[in-house]
Structures are given as C-alpha cells and as structure tokens.
C-alpha cells in the first residue's frame, strides 16, 4: 500500500452505521473500522484504530455543517426545484399565496358534485347500463311490454340505495376530516407558543410537539429536550412499522431556546414530493449553510415517543404533507361476486347492510384494548373479506401483531428449552451457563444475548412522581432483528 495514500472519512448521514445513529445512548463502538483509501493502483480497504482518528472526533446525535464530511454530503438544489422557506416568517415564506394550508380533505363528494359523480360510478355496472337502455326502449309504445314505470322503478330504487350509502360513507370521511382539521398543535406565535387549530397550521411556523403527540405537518427538527438533539418517531401511520425510527436537529439549532432568542433563518429544500424516505434540503443559520437529509425531517402522521418535546419548522402542510401526496384518496371498489349477480343487485345491496350491521356488533370482533369495535368502511367488498389471494411480507409481525415477549430459548441447538422463571426474575440455570463462557454451552449462550442485546435500543426514560424528591426511570426498549 502506498504510504502516501489519502485515507477519506465521510461522516454524512447516509454512511452512518445504524448501530451508531439509532441511539444516543450507545457510547462503546468497535474499535477498529474500515476505511477506503486512494492508491495509485485503484481503491484498497484498511483497517485502521480510533487512536488515529483522534484529530477526527466521532460526534453522536446531530452533527454540525463544520464537519469534515460536510464537503462530500452537501448537495445544491436548483432554484427551479426548490421551495424557499423563511424560518419564523410564514408571511415572507408564503408571500406569493403559491402554499397550501394545512387543511386536508379525503372526502370523495361535494354538495355540488354527489349526483353527478355517483351516479357516473354507479353506471360503471355494465347491468345498469342494461336495464337502463331497456328502460328507454320501453318508454316508446311500439317497443313497451309493460307499464312504463314499472321499467324505471326497480333501476331507480337500486341508484337511490347505493346513492344513499356512498353518501354515508363519505359523510364519515369529512366527519374525520373536520376533526383531524380541528385539533390543537402549539405554534410560536408573538415569541411564546400557542394552541392553534392544526387547519390553521402555515408554512415557515415553528411548532411544538410533545411526547406521544401525532405530528401535524412535515417539519424540520430545531431542537428536542435530548441534548444531542435525538427525537424517536414511530412511523406506524405511515408505512406500517411500530419499530422506533431516529431522528435528529442539527447543532446550530439544538442549543437555541426559541422562546426566549428570536431565530431567524433560510430553508431550501425540493418541491413536495411523494418520497417518505427521502428529503433533500439546506439551512442557512448564523451566517452558516448547513445540509439537510431523511434524519431531520420528521412527517405528518408520525407520533413523538421516548422524548418528552420536539420543536421544528413546517415545510410541507396540508395536501402537500408527503403522506396526503401518497393518499390517492377513496377509491371505488367492486367485488369479485359482482360478476354473478345478474338481477339480484337489489338483495346484494340490502344483505350488504344487514351484514355490516351483525359485524359491527360482533362481541368477537372488539378490542377492549382500544375500547373500538369493527368499522366496515366500504360496504361493496362485505364478501371479499378474509378471500385472500397472494401474501407478501418481510416478517410475521406483518400478518399477526408486532409485539414480542420472551418466552423460552433453544440455545445451540440443543435439545433443552430454557424458560424465564418469572417475568422479573432470571433463570439461575440460564444465569449459570452464561457464566461459563470456557466452555462450548456457555459461549453459544452468551453469543445468543450479545446479539438479542445489539439489536435492540434502550431508552432510560425519567417519570416523575407524587414525590418530589423520588423519581423513576422507566427503559423503554425496540427490538430490531430479522426473524426467521
């Protein structure tokens, strides 16, 4: 290897191990790692220790625009791609009136458009085309084989039930709309936050969040109550994970009290986008220009957890939420069965009622948990329920519940099951074989929790009390392993 060679770190989000950047609490890292270096023949791999990266320190939780990597990770947006967001200034940021608010709608029908439209999809049944061409063609007397409204009657009683339930059910959907719009979220307004209704919510905000809150717009992480600026997020909403995902403020902005100092800067960022997992922005802050990724951006539709608040800068609201982006809105479905009706549209219609009310009401199907009970939120697919096809998934907390409790262990492939004895109490005959590391049993043990212990992330979370003076801490775990 030449001893010339440049050896390159780059310290941007993107290269960070997951081990490193899923927990603030992970101090201990190996000591050696891998780095790339020039050759005059190519590219090589050496290994080389901490103690000759001392010049180099390894920084945890946010990491700051004077880094060395900074160079390397920084990307320029185009002005034609990017939308400027002036931080603490919504009225300068959206002084062209270009940006939503952060009203939503999923509604599918307007006052105005309900007839029109419902009856568009309603004749989407080649059946009802049918029997309204004979309709027609028993209107003229050359042609009629019976009463004229005797042709009409049983097409128009089968468009007004189905007119009326697709009514009702998007009744319920703006009903969930308003009460999405109308819920609170602290916003810094006159230099102290404030609760204001989340349809009021502009870009260029800065807004609060508290533990366990659900966020009400995409936002950019300024500081959390973790002092290396660390935020846990649960991105269940979102794409189905339970799992605890990282995110960060950057440095400049973590140490910045937003109500006591009054913070002023530029975001620019790209245009909203449908990519939940990807986000390319830059920040210019005292005199700084600081770049942006995935880890600082936290969207609408997650919940704060582990962390007791997040303060952040709204960049993308209402309709342009990157979770609205991905919400094509209610579609219009249609059973397999609906091929075989015939002329039975009328006691399809009526059994799909009473079948929605006997599921609703099913003692079996509530979840005393939630205190919620079955919802049939389209009645034209009663009976494709529980006709599966095809199965996709990574893992079984897909199909079942994503919720693990340690039951017993076959360590080695040895023919005994160790059990815990008590929920809070060790097994002495499992505590026994981990400490005979010498022997074959005892290292199959320990090598089984090393790697149950590395793949989780555990959070000292401190509880207040009635007392004052005592205080708990509550370790709230996540467990991050591939199970086979």
Known sequence: MDSNSQIEISESASQVPDFIRNSSSQRSISPVQSVWSKTSGGRSIREVSFGELESKPVRHGSRGADSEGFSASYKEIN???????????????DEKFEFAGNSIRTGKYSILTFLPRNLFEQFHRVAYIYFLVIAILNQLPQLAVFGRGASIMPLAFVLLVTAIKDGYEDYRRHRSDK????????????EQFQQIRWKDIRVGQIIKVSANETLPCDMVLLST???TGVAYVQTTNLDGESNLKTRYAKQETQTKNVENEKISGLIKCEKPNRNIYGFQANMDIDGKRISLGPSNIILRGCELKNTEWAVGVAVYAGRETKAMLNNS???SKRSHLETHYDSLYISMELVRVGQAFFMIQDNRMYDRASNSRFQCR??????????????????????TENKMEFKCASIGGGGQVLRPKMKVKVDPELLDLSKRKHTGEGKHVCDF????????????????TPDAAVNLIDYQGNLQMNRH
């Open 225 to 227: 109550s973790d002092t």
């Open 329 to 331: 809105g209610a579609p």
């Open 79 to 93: 002005d034609d791609d990017a939308r400027l967001i002036y931080i603490n200034d919504p009225d300068r940021t």
């Open 179 to 190: 009460i999405e719009n109308s819920r609170l979220a602290w916003v810094l307004l006159n």
């Open 449 to 464: 929790f090393i790697a149950l212990a590395a793949c989780n992330t555990i959070v000292p979370i401190t509880v207040e």
């Open 378 to 399: 389209a009645l034209n697919i009663n009976e494709d329920l529980g006709q599966i096809k095809y199965v996709f998934s990574d893992k079984t907390g897909t199909l």
